[in-house]
DNA sequence: GCAAATTAATGATTTATTCAAG
DNA sequence: CTTGAATAAATCATTAATTTGC
């Protein structure tokens, strides 16, 4: 419950000082070592992870049976969303604007 | 998933013609221009450059804090790899072993 | 009820990848 | 181009839960 209530709170990867505190504060309930702290929040990290990502593929599998529609942005970490979206409109930024100006060599 | 694909087989910055061929292939998937290729490598290559940054900080903090070594030393340093753990059972990997020797920053 | 068998969950280890430094 | 370090992903191993036949 610890654990589930510091990674609720934000902790994904503690580095080796926190992980001497949880260590210590766990300890009160029983034997423990840092690394079993390390390996709980690499594989916590890991699992939650893979379950968003199950649940966004079966979702854009529907999408996709259903409607035909590409299954972009197929899964997103809590830090990185990985997968940009294909821009389908309009107005690119001037920044973009002007790359694709000065860059022909990046056609449409 | 395919652009992922590309990128781990060492595409970074793809010319022209290659921008190209991926935009073909993906145009299968649903409408998407060479612009769309061209951001998306930008963009990760980026993030992750950014991703590395933020764990090579949070490494440096962490040994500043216990070894008060300077950056440019840290990666010669002898003794403080931070993370994997010391095994305690059965013939560890030489890897995994050697690290938890010189590694007491993370005991357990 | 209650073991044996099967399945799910968790802990631990190995492998693959990333960027930057040399 | 190679190597080092961090760590995500995949896998292996063990423990906990659940199901099944009696």
Redesign the interface.
């Known amino acids: 419950m610890i654990l589930e209530e510091m990674y609720r709170s934000g902790v994904r ?1 503690p ?3 926190q ?2 505190q949880i260590t210590a504060r766990l300890s009160y309930y029983g034997r423990i ?3 079993n702290v ?2 709980w929040f690499q594989n916590h990290k890991a699992r939650e992870r893979q379950k968003l990502r199950r649940r966004l593929c079966s979702h854009y599998q529907l999408l996709y049976s259903t409607n035909s ?4 942005q ?1 899964y997103c970490s809590q ?2 969303p ?3 979206l ?3 409109h309009a107005t ?1 930024s001037p920044f ?1 604007h002007q ?2 100006n000065s ?6």
Do not use: R
């Not at 529609?69 to 972009?72: E, F, I, R």
């Not at 860059?103 to 449409?108: A, G, R």
């Open positions: 990867t580095n080796a000082s992980i001497q070592e840092g690394k390390f390996y529609l590409p299954h972009h197929f830090e990185a990985v997968f940009p294909p821009l389908h690119p973009l790359v694709s860059s022909p060599s990046v056609p449409s």
